[in-house]
């Protein structure tokens, strides 16, 4: 079982940047897809970006040219480069690990965009 934690997460004036990590323990990571997802209150949550195992990375189209999904196995770490951003980035964004048929999630952190 993987245990995912993500960092990075703050404020940032519109057109900023930042980078999002997502450190796993308790398991290897090479073996499992793992995923950007965000989330605001009232809505459901997204996906943003991910990487399988293999290294096919898929992004959603509102941040396809502004953000990218890196992975680091040795490391056992997830990242995502988040330039350009706008205020609609703004949400609580969480790490995904998958194994089918499981998923693992950790606790998000919070991207604010504002001037």
């Known amino acids: 079982q993987v245990q995912l934690v993500e960092s990075g997460g703050g404020l940032v004036q519109p057109g900023g940047s930042l980078r999002l990590s997502c450190a796993a323990s308790?398991?290897?990571?090479?073996?499992?897809?793992m995923g950007w997802y965000r989330q605001i209150p009232g809505k459901q949550r997204e996906l943003v970006a991910r990487?399988?195992?293999?290294?096919?990375?898929t992004y959603a189209d509102s941040v396809k040219g502004r953000f990218t999904i890196s992975r680091d196995n040795a490391k056992n770490m997830v990242y995502l480069q988040m330039n350009s951003l706008n205020p609609e980035d703004t949400a609580v964004y969480y790490c995904?690990?998958?194994?089918?048929?499981?998923?693992?999630w950790g606790r998000g952190t919070l991207v604010t965009v504002s001037s």
């Open positions: 995904k690990a998958t194994l089918t048929p499981r998923d693992y």
């Open positions: 308790g398991s290897g990571i090479s073996i499992y897809h």
């Open positions: 990487i399988t195992a293999a290294g096919s990375i």
